[in-house]
């Protein structure tokens, strides 16, 4: 049966506000305003990449939520499951954000409780939403923000498995939303859901427990869960500056590992949401090219770091930007200044 998007997410869309420059947050008198949000940012990657997506979530009914909305829109991201709030205390969720510079480290502070999303339910949306999408993606955030939150997101898993979508889950660990024991306790409910499953080797040893290697590490999810593919990224970051970037992904379907040579030493203006990035990569690359884990790989280590490349959450490039991208990782020795 065709399906209205390739991908839909839930989660809860947020303003940033930013310092100039290199200013600090206990400096100065302007901040810069974006939107973005984990989910948000990976069914962005996915539309500029070519897929229809579409994001699910709930915006205070006031003005931030239209100029959120109108940034979702100018995204080519589908805002046709936006719930709106009404209430008195409607409001949409902040964060504030100052870069780094070595050897101090980029500093956040947030301010997202009591959000409008905070409120949504499966009660918000028709049952038409759950036959609309080829795949279903949200992360560990969505699930930790509040009880509703969690209730919805593991009842939406369910019911969109049950009307035939792919499983898309991140675990995306935040210490400062729950605790290790708490993010296992719940996320080992929806793993028997979950065709395509991210987690960090770092986050799969604090949050799971798990022994061993990186491969031992991803195997071991597909044997104790019927997952298909995993995906674990690896950053190094040598200052705030400079990164190095790659992964591995798991396919279950047929034993096999995938990896490429990390992009080395990253020129990184903004960071926040290259992890977002990457998934939106890969999950492009398995909607498009179902069998090719090793060309969904590929795909997603080169938008995450040319989304460090980018300032703000949302990633900003194009297919072929993309494609060069990769063309000369593969290729370096022959990168010419005169391709522009």
Known sequence: MNKRFDLLALGEV?????PQGGERLTQGETLNKQVGGAELNVVSGASLL????????????????????????FCGVSD???????????????????????????????????????????????????????CFHTSGITLALSQLCQDTAIEMIRLFKEHGALISFDVNYRQNLWSGFQAKTCIQQI???????????????????????????????????PISIVAS???????????????????????????????????VIDRVGSGDAYISGVLYGLLSEPQSCQRALEIGNA??????????????????????????????????????
């Open 80 to 134: 046709d499951y936006l719930a709106y709030d009404n209430s008195s205390d409607a409001r949409l969720g902040v964060y504030y954000y100052e870069n780094g510079s070595f050897p101090r480290k980029p500093g956040i502070v947030y301010d997202r409780l009591h959000t409008s999303f905070q409120k949504i339910s499966v009660f918000d949306f028709s049952e038409r939403l759950y036959s609309s999408a080829r």
């Open 191 to 225: 793993l028997p859901l979950v065709d395509i499953f991210f987690c960090s080797e770092d986050t799969a040893r604090l949050t799971f427990d798990k022994k061993g290697d990186t491969k031992s590490i991803l195997k071991s999810f597909t044997q104790d869960y």
């Open 14 to 18: 947020l303003l940033r506000l930013s």
């Open 50 to 73: 070519g897929l229809h997506t579409g994001i699910i979530s709930k915006l205070p009914a006031n003005s931030i939520g239209i100029y959120a909305k109108n940034k979702i829109r």
């Open 303 to 340: 938008v995450s770091a040319l989304k460090n490349t980018v300032f703000g959450d949302l990633p900003s490039f194009t297919p072929q930007e993309i494609d060069s991208v990769i063309q000369a990782h593969k290729t370096p020795e022959v990168q010419s200044e005169m391709n522009r």
């Open 233 to 267: 990224t690896k950053r190094v970051v040598h200052s705030p500056r400079f990164h190095t970037f790659g992964s591995v992904i798991y396919d279950s379907r047929t034993d096999t590992f995938y990896e490429e040579e990390p992009y080395r030493n990253i020129e």
